[in-house]
């Protein structure tokens, strides 16, 4: 029950089905760093200067999501796949609906990379 129940509060990025919820496995309730906002055109500048846009979407959502150029790892495999992101650039983090990036550019700070939250793949038309 609590499990169903945690799912349905989880639900993130326009997904409305659990399964393909972009929230990671909670990882004890640790306090994460937030990491700081960019508007659409704040992202474009960015990555037009070098940042990495990355896409946290789950492989279900990931058509609706993409831009040109991005990277794609989602939530669910971001902890195991952190290593494949340079730490040397900065990393502007979304999603289909904007609900797990804030959480996945926490953990990328979490683990000292320079990440910052665009939240929802239509922030980047704006």
Do not use: K
């Not at 960015?46 to 989602?74: C, K, N, Y």
């Not at 904007?98 to 683990?111: F, Q």
């Amino acid at each position: 029950m609590l499990a169903a129940l945690l799912a349905c509060v989880a639900l993130g990025c326009g997904g409305s089905d659990p399964s393909e919820s972009e929230q990671e496995p909670s990882a004890g309730g640790e306090a994460l760093p937030d990491a700081p906002r960019v508007t659409g055109a704040e992202a474009r500048a960015m990555v037009a200067a070098g940042a990495v846009l990355l896409d946290v979407t789950p492989p279900a959502r990931a058509e609706q999501s993409f831009i040109e150029g991005r990277t794609h790892i989602p939530m669910g495999e971001l902890s195991e796949r952190m290593g494949e992101l340079p730490r040397d650039r900065d990393i502007v983090v979304y999603c289909n609906g904007g609900g797990a990036s804030p959480r996945a550019a926490a953990r990328l700070r979490a683990a000292g990379y320079r990440a910052f939250v665009m939240g929802a793949r239509r922030n980047w038309d704006l």
